[in-house]
């Protein structure tokens, strides 16, 4: 009867699946696992304070029941119980330390409650055997923790970076609040308090941060000290570049070169800077079309002035041997502009665009700002039920009659992040995103 119970449950019959599971309570009333079941099928019909007396029996007629104490622990928290529910997580996580589902528990609560360094604690102990829910939880702390909270992890911030523990952009901030704090960046801030230009060995100084380069590569550095030190530094390797030692700078160079693409090329520009690219975009040019070797460093400040899609036989350059952090920069601004072009040209065209939407539309084909880097993580998809439930956890939900795959709309993808991450979130869904920019 309580296996029955849990078929009927999974086939959203709620009603047949609580009769199975009285049944089953009728027969052996002191069945804990039929508690639970019952428990977990009046919590999907809305009834949480049913649900809540059965887990809380489930529990105490079985203590060592670890989904029973877990159940518990969300029932608790769905009825404005915080502590109680953190209680719960921990004796679970307590009966067994490596259960990732009490892991992800306790850290949600936590942070709910404020308690985000130690949500933190939990999940970097997790993070060897973690999926990537442990990750995007912990990326989550990470962007409620303090500056001085985080420094201990910096190691961990620039992993989240580097393999897109979250959502472009939600990481931003941290990194640029920690890259702010290291010797390099802090110094070459008050050094541009009180002169104009930073030199080369400023700029070495800069390339040994990591947390700083993965900071460039993977979004937007919306912060005005960390920008004035980036113009500065683009404008000391223009200046400096035909002498300026090419292996300890190049992977400087392409961060930069990557940032000032992902962000449209902002940095502000001087006179001399101008005169300075022209020469070295000849120079460059003329290497290119001899066949003659061109410095990575030429190739990278170009870069960082301009895509290099637009410059004169920039396909010839794939043919070539490159440093990785060159070839990273080659893939950026050739070949998947290459790529979009191709998947621009695919594109159906779904109506006619009114003559008020052409203006729009002529806006975004310009400059589809913002670009981002990181697609957003891949975690466990859910049914749309699911989803609704989990977002609004304290809602009464009478859940959708779906058969099939559902459909879902985005009217308006914008940049397209959300329409990837529709596609990932929701189990089977089939996606129609539609936008007035083919560049966007």
């Given at each position: 009867h309580n296996n029955l119970g849990n078929v009927l449950k999974d086939?959203?019959?709620?009603?047949?699946?609580?009769?199975?599971?009285?049944?089953?309570?009728?027969?052996?009333p002191d069945y804990a696992e039929a508690h639970n079941n019952l428990g977990t099928v009046a919590a999907l019909r809305g009834a949480s304070a049913e649900a809540l007396r059965h887990f809380e029996a489930a529990v105490r007629l079985a203590?060592?029941?670890?989904?029973?104490?877990?159940?518990?622990?969300l029932a608790l928290s769905a009825h404005g119980?915080?502590?109680?529910?953190?209680?719960?997580?921990?004796?679970?996580?307590?009966?067994?330390?490596?259960?990732?589902?009490?892991?992800?528990?306790?850290?949600?609560?936590?942070?709910?409650?404020?308690?985000d360094r130690e949500a933190a604690a939990v999940l970097i102990g997790a993070l060897d055997g973690g999926t990537a829910e442990t990750k995007s939880l912990l990326a989550l702390c990470f962007q409620s923790m303090s500056a001085d909270a985080l420094a201990p992890l910096r190691p961990h911030v620039v992993r989240a970076l580097s393999e897109g523990w979250a959502r472009g952009g939600e990481l931003e901030r941290v990194g640029i609040?920690?890259?702010?704090?290291?010797?390099?960046?802090?110094?070459?801030?008050?050094?541009?308090?009180?002169?104009?230009?930073?030199?080369?060995?400023?700029?070495?100084?800069?390339?040994?941060d990591p947390?700083?380069?993965?900071?460039?590569?993977?979004?937007?550095?919306?912060?005005?000290?960390?920008?004035r030190v980036l113009t500065a530094a683009r404008r000391s390797l223009l200046l400096r570049a035909p002498d300026a030692?090419?292996?300890?700078?190049?992977?400087?160079?392409?961060?930069?070169?990557?940032?000032?693409?992902?962000?449209?090329?902002?940095?502000?520009?001087?006179?001399?800077?101008?005169?300075?690219?022209?020469?070295?975009?000849k120079a460059t040019a003329a290497r290119l079309q001899s066949g003659d070797d061109i410095p990575a460093l030429w190739l990278l400040t170009l870069a960082a002035h301009g895509p290099l899609h637009r410059l004169p036989g920039a396909e010839r350059l794939l043919d070539r041997a490159w440093p990785q952090a060159v070839d990273a920069v080659l893939t950026q601004q050739i070949r998947e502009p290459a790529e979009e072009q191709a998947i621009r040209a695919s594109l159906p065209s779904l109506t006619p665009i009114d003559a008020d939407s052409l203006v729009v539309q002529a806006q975004y084909e310009e400059n589809p700002y913002p670009r981002w880097v990181t697609a957003p993580p891949v975690l466990k998809p859910l049914s749309v039920n699911d989803y609704m439930r989990a977002r609004y956890p304290r809602a009464p939900f009478r859940p959708l009659a779906m058969t099939?795959?559902?459909?879902?709309?985005?009217?308006?993808?914008?940049?397209?992040s959300h329409a990837i991450e529709a596609h990932r979130r929701f189990a089977g869904a089939r996606i129609l995103a539609v936008d007035l920019s083919r560049a966007s």
């Open positions: 086939q959203a019959r709620l009603a047949d699946a609580e009769a199975a599971i009285r049944r089953a309570l009728a027969l052996r203590p060592r029941f670890v989904e029973a104490r877990n159940n518990l622990g119980q915080a502590e109680a529910a953190i209680g719960e997580f921990r004796a679970a996580l307590g009966l067994q330390p490596g259960n990732l589902e009490t892991v992800h528990h306790l850290a949600r609560e936590l942070v709910a409650t404020g308690g609040s920690l890259a702010k704090r290291s010797v390099a960046v802090a110094g070459c801030i008050g050094k541009l308090d009180i002169a104009a230009d930073l030199d080369v060995t400023d700029l070495t100084a800069l390339a040994g947390l700083l380069l993965q900071v460039m590569t993977t979004g937007r550095v919306s912060d005005r000290d960390l920008e030692p090419s292996d300890a700078l190049v992977d400087f160079a392409g961060a930069l070169a990557q940032q000032s693409f992902i962000d449209e090329y902002v940095f502000a520009e001087q006179p001399d800077e101008r005169a300075a690219l022209d020469r070295l975009s099939g795959n559902p459909d879902v709309l985005v009217a308006g993808c914008g940049s397209g």
